[in-house]
């Protein structure tokens, strides 16, 4: 059972460059979210979407763009990053309802230097 | 805006004692999720709480939900070394509007 499947695990970019963090899940899960987490931190929602063709902003959206083309999937692009975007990204979703569980993927731990 | 916090941030207690941890919540929700993070692992699913009322047990961890006083709570039953990790209680806004927010998290230190 594969469930949510982030990557890269690791990476490591400079300031300016930009990368997208891919994020899969096979459950034909609706809802998907990002998450970062700084060291010793909670999570923080980047964006969420609930379903294909439909996204919206979290707390801290700003530096990323998302798109939601297939239900599967939920890459997270940043531009042009910056050391304020190191952090741990977590990827989840779930099926709309209430009482469901969320799942996370396993994270990437970027660092921008 | 939802603002979720926990209390308290940092938790060290010996082993074979008890101790809860709260979440407190700003806005009305009857769903609540209490999740477990391990050192640089991902959040594993503890509790789903859906109604006010709400208490789930599993081995030492026992978890309830007050909705009016937006209140949980997560006790811990004498602790164990392998119950040492960080805690994270979340809130669902509304449903159709899930935007799941998270607490500040409570990293607990169980001392043998």
């Known amino acids: 059972n594969a469930g949510v499947t982030q990557t890269p695990k690791f990476r490591i970019l400079k300031i300016g460059q930009s990368m997208t963090l891919q994020c899969t899940q096979d459950m034909n899960h609706n809802y998907m979210y990002w998450y970062r987490q700084d060291p010793g931190m909670g999570l923080k929602l980047i964006y969420y979407s609930v379903g294909a063709g439909i996204t919206d902003k979290g707390e801290v959206p700003n530096g990323y763009n998302v798109s939601r083309s297939t239900t599967e999937d939920f890459p997270l692009r940043l531009e042009l990053a910056a050391p304020s975007q190191t952090s741990v990204y977590f990827c989840a979703s779930r099926t709309q309802g209430s009482g469901n569980t969320i799942y996370f993927g396993e994270g990437s731990w970027l660092t921008v230097v | 805006e939802l603002k979720v916090e926990q209390n308290p941030l940092f938790l060290s207690m010996q082993e074979g004692k008890n101790y809860t941890i709260y979440c407190n919540y700003s806005t009305t929700s009857d769903r609540l999720y209490w999740y477990r993070q391990d050192p640089g692992k991902s959040l594993e699913s503890l509790f789903v709480?859906?109604?006010?009322?709400a208490v789930k047990q599993e081995g030492r961890l026992m978890a309830s939900l007050d909705t009016k006083a937006r209140l949980s709570t997560l006790h811990i039953t004498a602790a164990v070394h392998d119950l040492s990790a960080t805690y994270f209680c979340a809130v669902d806004m509304a449903v159709g509007n899930e935007k799941l927010t998270f607490g500040t998290g409570t990293r607990l230190t169980i001392i043998p």
């Open positions: 709480l859906l109604s006010n009322g």
